[in-house]
């Protein structure tokens, strides 16, 4: 089965930029949606964005609209979220996450339920 290992994260300050990693290992990611998770202390693990098979489609989650950006390079095996304009309330840790089931499709999915795998997640802190 796919591995997913995100990197990246760290401590940075409020309008600060980051970007994230998440790089697979064994078979290919090519036909797969994926997307990005994240979870703060206390609180369930939540949509931020996807992105299908041939990046045709991605999907963001309104409280990260316009200030992040997911993209994926199938030949590299590499998903990455371009983080700018940082606030304190997206601290939390980022797992990035793959859809097994949905392959070569134009459909979106943002529940955690509908993940098969998943990476060990990366810590993001964003100071005030």
């Known amino acids: 089965q796919v591995q997913l290992r995100e990197s990246g994260g760290g401590l940075v300050q409020a309008g600060d930029s980051l970007r994230l990693s998440c790089a697979a290992s064994?078979?290919?990611?090519?036909?797969?949606?994926m997307a990005w998770f994240r979870q703060a202390p206390g609180k369930e693990r939540i949509f931020v964005a996807s992105i299908n098979w041939d990046s045709r489609r991605t999907e963001y989650a309104d409280s990260v609209q316009g200030r992040f950006i997911t993209s994926r390079d199938n030949a590299m095996n590499t998903l990455d979220l371009q983080m700018n304009s940082l606030k304190p309330d997206d601290t939390a840790v980022y797992y990035c996450a793959l859809d097994l089931r949905t392959t070569e499709s134009q459909s979106q999915k943002r529940s955690v339920s509908d993940y098969n795998v998943w990476g060990q997640g990366t810590q993001v802190t964003v100071s005030s």
């Open positions: 064994g078979p290919s990611i090519t036909p797969y949606l």
